[in-house]
Nanobody, 125 residues
Framework: QLQLVESGGGSVQAGGSLTLSCAASRDIYSRKYMGWFRQTPGKGREGVAVIHTASGGTVYAGSVKGRFTISQDNAKTMVYLQMNNLRPEDPAMYYC??????????????????WGQGTQVTVSS
C-alpha cells in the first residue's frame, strides 16, 4: 500500500511563495503519474499540476500555469509543488495523489488511486 504524506502548507501573504512536499512510502517509479489537487469547502477537487514520473513531463491547470511548478527528486520518492505569486483565489486544502495507470495526462481526481491527507494553504491579502 503506497502512502503519501504532504507537508509545507501554511499561511502566506498574497504575492508570496510556498513549497509543498509529498513523501511517498516507496519509490514512485511504478506510479505513472503524480499530481497535486486542491479543494475548498463546497467545491470539487481540482487538478493543479501533474507529472509523469518516468519522463518528467508536466501539465498545469490554466489558473496556475506560470506560477506553480511541479517536480520530483531523483530517487522518485518526493514530489514538490513550488507555488509563486500566490493569489487570494489559491487558498485550499492541497492534496498529493498517485495514479498507477493510464497513457495520457489527466487531472480528473477519480483517475488517481492513492491520496495523502492534505495540507492547508492560506493566503492573506
Amino acid at each position: 500500500q503506497l502512502q503519501l504524506v504532504e507537508s509545507g502548507g501554511g499561511s502566506v501573504q498574497a504575492g508570496g511563495s510556498l513549497t509543498l512536499s509529498c513523501a511517498a512510502s516507496r519509490d514512485i517509479y511504478s506510479r505513472k503519474y503524480m499530481g497535486w489537487f486542491r479543494q475548498t469547502p463546497g467545491k470539487g477537487r481540482e487538478g493543479v499540476a501533474v507529472i509523469h514520473t518516468a519522463s518528467g513531463g508536466t501539465v498545469y491547470a490554466g489558473s496556475v500555469k506560470g506560477r506553480f511548478t511541479i517536480s520530483q527528486d531523483n530517487a522518485k520518492t518526493m514530489v514538490y509543488l513550488q507555488m509563486n505569486n500566490l493569489r487570494p483565489e489559491d487558498p485550499a486544502m492541497y492534496y498529493c495523489a498517485a495514479r498507477t495507470g493510464g497513457y495520457s495526462f489527466s487531472m480528473a481526481f477519480y483517475e488517481y488511486n492513492y491520496w495523502g491527507q492534505g495540507t492547508q494553504v492560506t493566503v492573506s491579502s
